[in-house]
Structures are given as structure tokens and as C-alpha cells.
T-cell receptor
Framework: DGGITQSPKYLFRKEGQNVTLSCEQNLNHDAMYWYRQDPGQGLRLIYYSQIVNDFQKGDIAEGYSVSREKKESFPLTVTSAQKNPTAFYLC?????????????FGPGTRLTVL | AQKITQTQPGMFVQEKEAVTLDCTYDTSDQSYGLFWYKQPSSGEMIFLIYQGSYDEQNATEGRYSLNFQKARKSANLVISASQLGDSAMYFCAMREGRRAGGTSYGKLTFGQGTILTVHP
């Protein structure tokens, strides 16, 4: 089955620690995205990548880092510089520039800082 | 700057009735796309329907239809024959248009969402 997987589903982190959230897709999509969702809010874009080995900052990139070494994978690292990292993180992918370029989402990772 | 507004924090509907979820947007782009997503309590965002700014007809996908009024900058979602499983958060989102030079970037700007509750 084609789709987007994220792991882990739940993640707990101590203050001062870096953590990496995994996102993998087998849809052969060129573009991938990371969003953050806070309770009762819409999604905000953290980083996006339109092609392998290239990525761009979104609206709230501070305290986060990403890599795109493979087309299928777009891991997100939440660094200790992120002041309020507790949130729900969603990864998405899309075909890339085109007529609709619909983004499809993974199941999400819920990060809690203890 | 783009903006998406969903003015209804919560909506209630009786099972088998139709319901309209409101969405207005603001953009200076001529080419843009409008999306609706459903987010059940599990958290996953499920794509429902898409409307392009140049599409003349309203989009439909099964029980979902998008009432697109370009002059009013509104893109309301209509769910016909509501089912209990439709209870969820619904988000309207907009993708900005192509940039100069032909490069298109697909950033989505989301509204705050509307919680829909379907009563039996």
C-alpha cells in the first residue's frame, strides 16, 4: 500500500534534548512538508522540500532542522533551541509543482516535553 | 499575505441532514487552489476536495461539494446526508499560486478549523 508513515506515534523528550521525527513516503512524490499543530489550531509550516538535497524554511523554522538525502525520507529534528516544542507534528507529501499538487498527510507524531 | 478564515468554531447537524462549513480567503494571487481536509480524533489529515481558482464549476466528491464564489472569496464545504462518522475537525486551506519564473511552491495556509458534531 502506498502512503506516508511517521514514527514514533508518541514521543517524550526531556528539556535540552534533541529529538528526530521520522517521515517516509512510498508515493514517489517529489515534495515533502513538515507542519506543526497546536491544540485547537490550524497547521503551520515548518520546512518543505521540493526535491532531494534541497529544502526551504517555512513560517516557523526556528529551532528545527531537516534533511532530504533520499526522495522517500524527510526527517525533522526538534532541537533544544525550540522553546515550546510540545505539539502535534504532521508530515505531508505531494507530487510537486503541477495542476493541483494535493498534499497527503501521514498519521502524525505527538511530541511532549517533560 | 494570504489568510483563511473559518468563522464557525463548532457546528452541529442531525444525521442525514446537510451541513455547510464556511470558509473565506484573502489573496492577491490570480492562480490559487482551495482545499478541504478532515481531521478525526486520531489526528490524521484526510484530503476531501479541491477547487482551482480557474475552475468554472464547483468541485464535487461523493457527498462533499465545494460552493466556490470567487467574487466573494468564499469556498464553503457542503456535506450532504451527514453520517456519524463525519464528526471531526474540518480545515479549509489555500495554496498560493505560481511565482514569477514558473516555479510553483505548494505551501498551504490553513484556517483555524470547524468542529463538526453529527447527532443521531
Amino acid at each position: 500500500d502506498g502512503g506516508i508513515t511517521q514514527s514514533p506515534k508518541y514521543l517524550f523528550r526531556k528539556e535540552g534534548q534533541n529529538v528526530t521525527l521520522s517521515c517516509e513516503q512510498n508515493l514517489n512524490h517529489d515534495a515533502m512538508y513538515w507542519y506543526r499543530q497546536d491544540p485547537g489550531q490550524g497547521l503551520r509550516l515548518i520546512y518543505y522540500s521540493q526535491i532531494v538535497n534541497d529544502f526551504q524554511k517555512g513560517d516557523i523554522a526556528e529551532g528545527y532542522s531537516v534533511s532530504r538525502e533520499k526522495k522517500e525520507s524527510f526527517p525533522l529534528t526538534v532541537t533544544s533551541a525550540q522553546k515550546n516544542p510540545t505539539a502535534f507534528y504532521l508530515c505531508a507529501s505531494s507530487i510537486g509543482p503541477g495542476s493541483t499538487d494535493t498534499q497527503y498527510f501521514g498519521p502524525g507524531t505527538r511530541l511532549t516535553v517533560l | 499575505a494570504q489568510k483563511i478564515t473559518q468563522t464557525q468554531p463548532g457546528m452541529f447537524v442531525q444525521e442525514k441532514e446537510a451541513v455547510t462549513l464556511d470558509c473565506t480567503y484573502d489573496t492577491s494571487d490570480q492562480s490559487y487552489g482551495l482545499f478541504w481536509y478532515k481531521q478525526p480524533s486520531s489526528g490524521e489529515m484526510i484530503f476531501l476536495i479541491y477547487q482551482g481558482s480557474y475552475d468554472e464549476q464547483n468541485a464535487t466528491e461523493g457527498r462533499y461539494s465545494l460552493n466556490f464564489q470567487k467574487a466573494r472569496k468564499s469556498a464553503n464545504l457542503v456535506i450532504s446526508a451527514s453520517q456519524l462518522g463525519d464528526s471531526a475537525m474540518y480545515f479549509c486551506a489555500m495554496r498560493e499560486g505560481r511565482r514569477a519564473g514558473g516555479t510553483s511552491y505548494g505551501k498551504l495556509t490553513f484556517g483555524q478549523g470547524t468542529i463538526l458534531t453529527v447527532h443521531p
